[in-house]
């Protein structure tokens, strides 16, 4: 064993593969049991992708004798397979029933808290993980769906993968299980105020409480009892339960760790030469630390699978999952669609005609206000989207997690799926308000505008994935589209910002939508010759000398165009095409500063498991 001090690293590899069940229910809440299972074995390659609009059309013969017969559709074997597959595991953990049953949310009831829980457990179990991890799978649940989870998880353990033979392993945390459930368990480690009480085998529980005079009670549960024994004092009630004399001074538990120690030591003088130097090696974490890393270097990508056919079906798929979910739950689109669409009803209430003024005035507050709103408003309302973005995050991360993809796959997904989005948006918010405002509709307007859409639906998916939780990812973009709003070039002109700042006009994507719809709206305007308004002072003042009072400059009627308000907020220089490449690249760097992000996260992610003992060295 180490000496006093030494400090033991190392990395404990479990062999193949490895599946994690988190103790709250992270699923899609559109699919049902089967589609799910059905996604993740196209996800998996247990099924093929084609496969995803049902089982098809069925046919009815009628044979020699007369009877009708129905011809099932045609699938592949291996497809077959994975459906028989599917339903056997539906039927263990009790879900045949609900099979067809959505997993329901927030806005539509389906599954059980029970019954989801079971459906997290057998998603899992689909790609026959040799190392299923779980954490509470019994929390929430009756008795009687507790013991059948446990007793299926426990026919998972005892069976063997069908690809390759190999044993597999059940390792999960429960808290007071009952006593047909504690018949379940093989092995088992019990902890108490971070401290380890007990490590082993679970028929030698008992033997060790009772070395120390507090034997199992007749027909009492026994994890009922051991937990109750570790809030009192251990006493000396046989030789081998002799109590160390350095662990009278301190609390129980402090007591039962040392006494635990003390008695596996005595365990280990009754066994072979070959079994003790086995069991020193496998308890040296009993006296100091041990800190054990996995390196996703090592697993993330490779676990994965490097074929090109793997990364294709993961892209393939999750872009699929991506537009179910628009459709199947349209909560995020359907409101987005509300939202822009109540907003452009009263903007085209609001300036109705504003096309058929000749006041300058008007058209100069009017007209520039209103596109200023445009761009401004509904690029900060794709921060809508960011509360079930955050939800989903939670989702990826446990499939993440589990080698099902690399969450760069999920985002190129999510990218894609926005595309239709965006479209739709556009053409809501260019039919509403320029219609209704006699503006004028334009491909280029609906252009600018969908660019527009999707910079900001990146801008909100790059913050999504930095933010911690909701709370500072809804400040943190409140905070990115506000500054991009005041610095786009409506409420200051690049040349009246401070030099510390003047920078800054050119970073949003607004600037270049709000200049290039001024220059779609202004460049071909004109004005009547010697059109008059009504100054502060009660003075008439020429439509020229107010709109040139912006650069400081007074003159004569004259016949004007839109060209001189764009002078006024240096637009009239604007190329149109230009601006809408520089959207389009904005909108592709923004996504793959996500990518980067999150590949950069993954590989700097370590799972980092440590125990250290008040007597060994601190982890």
């Not at 979910?325 to 009263?346: A, E, F, H, K, T």
Request: aromatic share 10%.
């Amino acid at each position: 064993m180490l000496g006093d001090g030494v400090l033991a690293c190392g990395t404990v590899s479990l062999p193949d593969s490895d599946a994690y069940v988190p103790q709250d229910d992270r699923l899609h809440s559109f699919y049902t049991c089967r589609t799910y299972m059905e996604h993740y074995s196209r996800m998996s390659g247990q099924k093929s992708l084609i496969d995803c609009c049902g089982k098809g059309s069925s046919a009815t013969i009628v044979d020699e004798e007369g009877l009708d017969q129905e011809i099932l559709p045609a699938q592949s074997p291996p497809d077959a397979k994975v459906d028989k597959l599917i339903d056997d595991i539906l039927e263990e953990v009790g879900l045949m029933a609900q099979k067809d049953t959505i997993v329901g949310g927030v806005f539509k009831r389906g599954l059980s808290g029970g019954q989801k829980r079971r459906l997290s457990v057998a998603l899992e179990a689909l790609s026959s993980p040799l190392n299923m991890f779980l954490d509470e799978p019994t929390s929430g649940l009756d008795s009687e769906s507790a013991l059948r989870l446990m007793e299926y998880l426990n026919r998972y353990a005892r069976s063997r993968d069908p690809a390759t033979g190999l044993r597999r392993r059940v390792i999960l945390t429960i808290h007071q299980p009952s006593s047909r459930i504690w018949e379940l368990i093989d092995n088992v480690v019990l902890l108490a105020q971070g401290r380890l009480m007990y490590q082993g085998r679970a028929d030698r529980m008992a033997d060790f409480f009772t070395a120390y005079g507090h034997p199992v009670p007749i027909h009492y549960n026994p994890s009922d009892h051991f937990i109750e024994a570790l809030s009192e004092v251990p006493m000396d009630a046989t030789d081998e339960g002799t109590i160390p004399e350095e662990a009278a001074p301190i609390n129980a538990v402090e007591m039962w760790c040392k006494c635990y120690k003390q008695w596996s030591k005595n365990e280990m003088r009754r066994m072979s030469t070959r079994s003790l130097r086995l069991l020193e090696y496998e308890t040296t974490g009993l006296r100091h630390s041990m800190v054990i890393r996995s390196s996703p270097r090592k697993g993330s990508f490779r676990r994965m699978g490097d074929s090109a056919d793997r990364k294709f079906r993961n892209a393939v798929e999750l872009t699929r999952r991506s537009f179910e979910s628009m459709i199947r739950d349209p909560i995020v689109l359907g409101l987005r669609i509300g939202i822009y669409g109540g907003i452009s009803l009263v903007l085209g209430v609001l300036f109705y005609g504003l096309d058929d003024e000749v006041n300058a005035h008007s058209v100069l507050i009017g007209r520039t206000a209103l596109l200023y709103f445009i761009i401004a408003f509904c690029s900060s309302m794709s921060v809508a989207a960011i509360p079930f973005s955050i939800v989903e995050r939670a989702i990826v991360e446990k499939e993440v997690r589990n080698h099902r993809f690399h969450p760069a796959f999920y985002h190129v997904s999510q990218a894609v799926a926005s595309l239709p989005a965006c479209f739709v948006l556009s053409i809501l918010v260019t039919v509403i308000i320029f219609s209704m405002t006699g503006l004028g509709i334009s491909t280029k307007t609906c252009v600018i505008l969908f660019i527009t859409f999707y910079c900001a639906d990146a801008t909100s998916m790059f913050i999504s994935h930095i933010a911690p939780e909701l709370i500072s990812a809804i400040c943190i973009s409140s905070g990115v589209f506000g500054l991009f709003t005041i610095v786009m070039g409506f409420l200051v002109t690049p040349s009246n910002m401070s030099w510390v700042l003047r920078w800054a006009y050119y970073i949003p994507f607004m600037t270049y939508s709000f200049r290039s719809l001024m220059y779609v709206y202004y460049i071909d305007m004109k004005f009547l010759e010697g059109s008059y308004v009504n100054g502060t002072n009660g003075t008439e003042i020429p439509a020229d000398g107010l709109i040139r009072n912006i650069t400081g400059v007074y003159g004569e009627p004259q016949k004007l165009d839109g060209s001189v308000i764009l002078d006024s907020f240096e637009m009239s220089d604007v190329n149109v095409n230009k601006d809408i490449i520089i959207l389009m690249v904005w909108a592709v760097l923004a996504h793959l500063l996500s990518v980067f992000y999150l590949i950069w996260a993954r590989f700097k992610h370590r799972r980092v498991f440590t125990y250290a003992d008040k007597e060994g060295a601190a982890a």
